[in-house]
């Protein structure tokens, strides 16, 4: 069964960190492009970071620049997202996805996803 499975999220205040981990299960991640998406309350889902599979080419959504950092590890099949002076704003559900191509962390371009991981902070 291909699946993905986030783990990591949780409740911090307001500059503190959190790292979320994404296991792929039953496929060769290094083979495809994975990101990491988000969606808030009431808001659509998008795409936070990517990665590609081919150059290690890496997209970030511009509300997360020099904050949040991404990276695999294609050996154990994981991706990480590391994200430190957490605002607010970065309250949501975390998705991990993964696909062939991710062009500009589109959140429509996953062709498989996990089950999310919820991220709050509180000011």
């Known amino acids: 069964q291909v699946r993905l499975v986030e783990s990591g999220g949780g409740s911090v205040q307001s500059g503190e960190s959190l790292r979320l981990s994404c296991q792929a299960v039953?496929?060769?991640?290094?083979?495809?492009?994975v990101g990491w998406f988000r969606q808030a309350p009431r808001k659509e889902r998008e795409g936070v970071a990517c990665?590609?599979?081919?150059?290690?080419?890496?997209y970030y959504a511009d509300s997360v620049k020099g904050r949040f950092t991404i990276s695999r590890d294609n050996a154990a099949s994981m991706v990480y997202l590391e994200m430190n002076n957490l605002k607010p704003e970065d309250t949501g559900e975390y998705f991990c996805?993964?696909?062939?191509?991710?062009?500009?962390?589109?959140?429509?371009?996953?062709?498989?996803w996990g089950h999310g991981i919820r991220v709050t902070v509180s000011s």
């Open positions: 039953g496929f060769v991640l290094g083979q495809h492009a």
């Open positions: 990665i590609t599979y081919r150059n290690g080419s890496i």
């Open positions: 996805g993964g696909g062939r191509r991710l062009p500009k962390c589109d959140p429509t371009a996953p062709a498989t």
